[in-house]
């Protein structure tokens, strides 16, 4: 499509994206705390305003002006009518085709009932292939400029127990002697600290434990980045961008949807492939069989056997997050 | 604490009315109709496992054509062509034991039967049920990957279970599996992410 990254989205200088603009809004009601923080960041936040917006035509950027001034009046997800649902997600599915020229399918489909999920990895069969980590960029279309990652896979000394230790950049071939590998990822606490930091409610836990957010309720003031132990979340410091012919169309309304400049995101279990019914992306590629899925709620689960009969563990228990993300070995 | 309860102030008064906890909304069951149960079956030319209480669970099939050993190996009273060669590492020269040190072809195939394997667990033990021969050495191993802490299941968390068999991810003959470079950091350059 045209290469049009000169030009400015959104006639608001400060921001490209309006909801970004009502963060501003918000944040500049007391002092201005954006302001330092991009100066402290060497302007990380700013550079990016000039990132692309690239519409078809005047006619299409247009619509997304429009698009994007609606997008400031939009409700908060939890109280939306469902009729109001489906006119957003139809607003954001237009978005997608005018602003990327992708299709996209947005799905609303709410927690299943009787459904809670938690997740176990297998520390002694994981073999550092780092495919895991592939894949859910991908799926959850993650900003490809930044290095943006959920899933960060440590390699360790054996008998070192803190990810402080662990390298993530590692280039060589593995699994190495000697060694052990670790993922981290959100791990979606049934008592989660993130979602009590957060001063307009943008976060919080599903009925089936997932952890999500409101990506238009983000005010970007990173409080949920701060409180959360296990560095789970990730803010967008700049425009997101993702090109269009790699963007996964299969998207979530709190899930894996194209997100802007300064809201915050995360691991959310592949929200739009689980209440399927599927396998998050990263167990879903993962070689070993290390990563395991499932219901918590179902005695016959392979999650449920694990916790069963195997030794499991979960990161700073001392905390009382309760992380529904366990770790076990043979 | 103070500054908390500052930020709380602000954001109660910017975004009044939202702080209370709003209804948890249901979707439909997810029905396990909805997976196209046949279908997977059919696509994983899967089987199910022959072990008493795990009828629902499903091995995938390997490639097995290459595999037929009747082809040359008729079965019968003497099976393999001549007895007294070692090891036939002429046809098979692709075959090398790294396994438990001294094993033999006939520790594992069968004799009798080129496409059996020698089982405790159950002494119908075949190539594609191949995980009841391994099972009758790897006993952790194979409880494991019956409970599902072992192996891989390759279809989604609900609805049918289908996983892959022992030999899916070992090669029985020199079962440790070696080592591969990780896929590198996915990361691409802003050139390339502007063709949108």
Redesign the interface.
């Known amino acids: 499509m045209k290469d049009d990254s000169k030009k400015k989205g959104a006639g608001c200088n400060s921001c490209n994206s309006s909801e970004n603009c009502f963060a501003d809004m918000a944040l500049k009601k007391k002092g201005s705390r954006r302001g330092a923080l991009a100066a402290l960041f060497g302007g990380a936040a700013t550079a990016a305003a000039s990132s692309a917006i690239a519409a078809a035509s005047t006619e299409d950027e247009k619509e997304l002006k429009r698009i994007k001034r609606d997008e400031i009046f939009q409700k908060y997800y939890r109280t939306m009518t469902e009729e109001e649902r489906a006119k957003t997600i139809a607003r954001f599915e237009r978005k997608s085709k005018v602003q990327y020229g992708v299709d996209a399918h947005i799905d609303g489909t709410h927690a299943r009932p009787n459904t809670l999920f938690g997740y176990a990895f297998n520390i002694s069969k994981c073999e550092g292939s780092r495919k895991c980590v592939d894949a859910c960029v991908t799926e959850n279309n993650q900003d490809r400029t930044s290095g943006m990652q959920y899933i960060k896979l440590f390699e360790m000394e054996d008998g070192i127990g803190s990810v402080h230790g662990g390298d993530t950049e590692y280039s060589h071939e593995v699994p190495v002697e000697g060694k052990y590998y670790l993922g981290t990822q959100c791990f979606h606490c049934e008592n989660p600290p993130c979602t009590k930091a957060c001063p307009t409610g943008a976060t919080w836990s599903e009925p089936d434990g997932i952890v999500v957010v409101d990506y238009n309720w983000c005010i970007g003031c990173r409080y949920c980045e701060a409180a959360c132990p296990y560095f789970a979340r990730r803010f967008n410091w700049k425009e997101p961008e993702v090109p269009s012919d790699e963007i996964n169309p299969y998207q979530h309304y709190l899930g894996n949807r194209m997100r802007s400049k300064g809201v915050m995101e995360k691991c959310t279990f592949c929200i739009q492939r689980t209440r399927q019914g599927k396998q998050p992306a990263c167990a879903e590629a993962c070689p070993t069989g290390a990563r395991v899925f499932g219901n918590l709620l179902d005695p016959d689960s392979e999650i449920r056997w694990i916790l069963e009969n195997k030794k499991v563990f979960r990161l700073k228990e001392d905390l009382g997050t309760e992380p529904k993300f366990w770790y076990f070995t043979d | 604490m103070l500054k908390?309860n500052f930020?709380?102030l602000?954001?109660a008064l910017?975004?009044a009315?939202?702080?209370k906890e709003?209804d948890?909304?249901?979707?439909?069951?997810?029905e396990q109709e909805?997976?196209d149960r046949q279908q997977l079956i059919d696509d994983h030319r899967a089987q199910p496992v022959t072990v008493e209480g795990y009828a629902d669970v499903y091995v995938a099939a390997l490639d097995t054509e290459t595999k037929n050993c009747a082809r040359c190996h008729k079965s019968g009273e003497q099976p393999y062509r001549d007895d007294s060669l070692p090891y036939g590492q002429d046809a098979h020269w692709d075959v090398a034991i790294h396994h438990a040190g001294d094993m033999e072809c006939f520790s594992c195939h069968k004799k009798e039967d080129p496409n059996q394997l020698v089982s405790v667990v159950d002494k119908n033990a075949t190539l594609e049920t191949a995980y009841l021969h391994c099972g009758s050495c790897h006993k952790?191993?194979f409880a494991?990957w019956l409970?599902?802490?072992?192996?891989?299941?390759l279809t989604?968390?609900?609805?049918v279970?289908i996983v892959?068999n022992c030999t899916g991810?070992h090669n029985p003959h020199a079962p440790a599996?070696g080592?591969?470079?990780?896929?590198?950091?996915?990361?691409?350059?802003?050139e390339?992410?502007?063709?949108?």
């Open positions: 908390n930020i709380l602000v954001g910017l975004f009315g939202c702080s709003p948890p909304t249901y979707s439909e069951p997810l909805d997976y952790d191993q494991s409970g599902g802490a072992h192996g891989k299941r989604g968390w609900k609805g279970r892959k991810c599996r080592t591969t470079l990780p896929v590198a950091q996915p990361t691409i350059t802003p390339r992410a502007k063709r949108h």
